[in-house]
């Protein structure tokens, strides 16, 4: 076991690794691409151009400037904006990064949860009103884009309906500190975490009950009914354990991905201001350094999901244990 989670870890380093580079050369390595073009302006005479490559290092091998860029991002922190001067990158991505996980986790919280339900009454009671009234209700929740969504909610507890009974405790758009006002962190994040979570509530409410069905077929299930077991413990304690594998894939993945960044139009829409709206407003104004730093943060949190995934396979599926 300790040396699969050494193993797994030593891929961990070699594909982040990977990343670095791939994104490196992109932004500074590809041709045409002049980052001391951007940071001098584009009336910039050679003299100047000259002087920012001289300082900034560019003049240097690439291999020298990858180094710098990686102390400087992981060891110094020390790596600046190219837009706004002085305003280092790495503190700004550490700020950012409280916003998107409270954002994300609670939102996961709520989504594994209700999913996790939905399926297993949906499996349970299938072909019936009842299946086809949460699949019908899952299937809506996928079509809502969350941008839109987002600002239907908005417009119900921020404006409509703000001074009604049900809506007068929503607090303005923005984020509070949990460590300054923990009740003012859960008010701000009420709606955001329910309007990130319809979309997947959705997503993994169909695909466990797919799953739950699929294993409901299984040899083993058979075996625990011949045993007469009864139906609800072998729902829930054999059928559902071995469905969560996709569950836990798909789990990891967007997990992943939206801690790295992709709930940027939850943040857009509910004025968070975490990791996905500091990286599309680096895009914006092409600051590299940002661009860097957002990028390497999204990819460890990419990366740490799924190692975190392939070790709950092991626990939810004893067969692989041995493989």
């Given amino acids: 076991m300790i040396y699969a989670i050494l193993r797994r870890f030593g891929q961990m380093l070699f594909v982040m690794f990977g990343i670095s580079v791939i994104v490196f050369l992109i932004f500074f390595a590809t041709p045409g691409a002049d980052p001391a073009a951007r940071i001098a302006g584009r009336n910039a005479t050679a003299e100047v151009l000259e002087a920012v490559r001289h300082n900034f290092g560019f003049d240097r091998p690439l291999y020298v400037q990858y180094v710098k860029m990686m102390e400087k991002i992981f060891v110094t922190g020390d790596l600046t904006s190219f837009v706004n001067r002085g305003w280092k990158v790495v503190p700004a991505v550490m700020d950012s990064i409280p916003v998107t996980l409270s954002l994300v986790f609670g939102a996961a919280i709520l989504w594994v949860v209700v999913s996790i339900i939905i399926g297993i009454v949906a499996a349970a009671t299938r072909d019936s009103w009842l299946d086809k009234l949460l699949m019908a209700l899952g299937l809506l929740g996928i079509s809502m884009p969350v941008y839109w969504l987002g600002e239907v909610m908005n417009l119900i507890t921020q404006s409509r309906y703000h001074d009604s009974w049900a809506f007068s405790w929503v607090p303005p758009l923005g984020y509070k500190n949990f460590s300054d006002d923990p009740k003012g962190w859960f008010l701000t994040l009420v709606i955001p975490w329910i309007t990130l979570a319809i979309l997947y509530i959705g997503i993994y409410g169909r695909v466990l009950r797919a799953a739950i ?74 600051d590299l350094p940002m661009i860097m730093a957002t990028v390497m943060y999204a990819s460890v949190f990419v990366v740490i999901a799924n190692a975190v995934v392939d070790f709950v396979y092991i626990l939810l599926d004893p067969r692989l244990r041995t493989s």
């Fill in 213 to 286: 069905i699929e294993s409901l077929q299984e040899d083993f299930i058979r075996t625990a009914r011949a045993k007469g077991l009864s139906e609800t413990r072998i729902l829930l304690r054999h059928a559902l354990r071995t469905s969560l594998i996709a569950f836990v894939t798909l789990f990891g993945l967007d997990f992943g991905a939206l801690v790295g960044g992709s709930a940027l139009l939850t943040e857009v829409v509910f004025g968070l201001h975490g990791i996905g709206k500091l990286t599309y407003d680096a895009l914006q104004n092409l």
